[in-house]
């Protein structure tokens, strides 16, 4: 059914991410899937890497990492934008479209009144592509 799973991550913040690669291990085995690890970056020095070289080289040990917990094959994308705060979503949107992903694979955070105003970054993901979205909620 699923072919290729995008997962978001932020190297600088893995503890965020950790319990949806539990869930992309899984379904990357269960479906055969190769596993797109895909970062959002500035062109600016982080506390990840000082060049956006630099952090695509950790992003794919990063993936050649979760490829031997998973065993699927992996790729990794680092994609510059000018501020990757506020462009997320957008960027994703068009990365998820090129990279022809059929399954993202997306931490999120549990519902809040707030959502009413500001979206999920999952929900606008869901509503501006084709691919499938699985959110995985942190775990108490």
């Given at each position: 059914?699923?072919?290729?799973?995008?997962?978001?991550?932020?190297?600088?913040?893995?503890?965020?991410f950790e319990p949806s690669l539990k869930v992309v291990a899984d379904q990357a085995r269960h479906y055969d899937a190769e596993v797109c690890y895909v970062a959002i970056i500035a062109n600016t020095p982080g506390s990840v890497a000082r060049t956006p070289d630099e952090y695509q080289?950790?992003?794919?040990?990063?993936?050649?990492e979760r490829a031997q917990v998973h065993g699927?094959?992996?790729s990794?994308?680092?994609i510059v934008c000018p501020d990757p705060i506020a462009d997320l979503d957008d960027v994703l949107v068009k990365a998820i479209d090129e990279l022809?992903?059929?399954?993202?694979?997306?931490?999120?955070?549990?519902?809040?009144?707030?959502?009413?105003?500001?979206?999920?970054?999952g929900g606008k993901i869901a509503t501006h592509t084709d691919a499938s979205v699985f959110l995985v909620r942190p775990q108490d």
């Open positions: 059914m699923f072919k290729k799973i995008l997962v978001p991550v932020d190297l600088a913040h893995p503890d965020v080289q950790k992003l794919e040990a990063f993936a050649q699927q094959p992996v990794a994308k680092a022809s992903v059929d399954l993202v694979i997306m931490q999120t955070h549990p519902p809040k009144h707030l959502d009413v105003v500001l979206p999920s970054h």
